[in-house]
């Protein structure tokens, strides 16, 4: 069964760099995109990019360019996503999520979260 | 950038009561395109319906999708008491994805 499992919570002061890992079971980690998606306390769901683990390319939501940048590590299939320069306003639950083998236009398996906290 | 609005912000309702949950687009979005999660508190979402309205698997047939274009609704025919969470749609844009604000299903 496909599982996501991710790194633990993490407490940042502001201004350093955060790396949140997504280790994946079950499936050929080449073979799907990894998404990371945010959540804010209280607040919805926020798209932040996407590594084809096969290339390593990468796409990145604008909001978030020159901050993120999504690795892997295939002989571990293991996804990394960084963000630097953070702000409070960064804290949140970061997700890494895969695409559910139905349509390819949804996201069908998710990581368990890693909290961020950011605060000085 | 296909911004996603959806209606209303809470609905409160009673164990047994039908749920219709609306998600409008900006612009048309292909319904294989569009999807719906639940989310409850302290837990990663979870894939309901995809294509717009196609089941995911292991959800039981009370949640229904509907709709193309621009106005898209989820259906909960009778609500359980498990049933009880925020619900987001979601549609794809290449390369990514956006999400609606949700709507908050709580106990009457």
């Known amino acids: 069964q496909v599982q996501l499992v991710q790194s633990g919570a993490e407490v940042k002061k502001p201004g350093a760099s955060v790396k949140v890992s997504c280790k994946a079971s079950?499936?050929?980690?080449?073979?799907?995109?990894m998404h990371w998606v945010r959540q804010a306390p209280g607040q919805g769901l926020e798209w932040m990019g996407r590594?084809?683990?096969?290339?390593?390319?990468?796409n990145y939501a604008q909001k978030f360019q020159g901050r993120v940048t999504m690795t892997r590590d295939t002989s571990i299939s293991t996804a990394y996503m960084e963000l630097s320069r953070l702000r409070s306003d960064d804290t949140a639950v970061y997700y890494c999520?895969?695409?559910?083998?139905?349509?390819?236009?949804?996201?069908?398996?998710w990581g368990q979260g890693t909290l961020v906290t950011v605060s000085s | 950038e296909i911004v996603l609005t959806q209606s209303p912000g809470t609905l409160s309702l009673s164990p047994g009561e039908r749920a219709t949950l609306s998600c409008r687009a900006s612009q048309s979005v292909s319904s294989s395109y569009l999807a719906w999660y639940q989310q409850k508190p302290g837990q990663a979402p979870r894939l309901l319906i995809y294509?717009?309205?196609s089941r995911a698997t292991g959800i039981p047939d009370r949640f229904s999708g509907s709709g193309s274009g621009t106005d898209f609704t989820l259906t909960i025919s009778r609500l359980e008491p498990e049933d009880f969470a925020v619900y987001y749609c979601q549609q794809y844009e290449a390369p990514g994805f956006t999400f609606g604000p949700g709507t908050k299903v709580d106990i009457k």
């Open positions: 079950g499936y050929t980690f080449t073979g799907y995109y």
């Open positions: 294509g717009a309205s």
């Open positions: 590594i084809n683990p096969n290339s390593g390319g990468t």
């Open positions: 999520a895969r695409v559910g083998g139905y349509s390819g236009y949804d996201l069908g398996y």
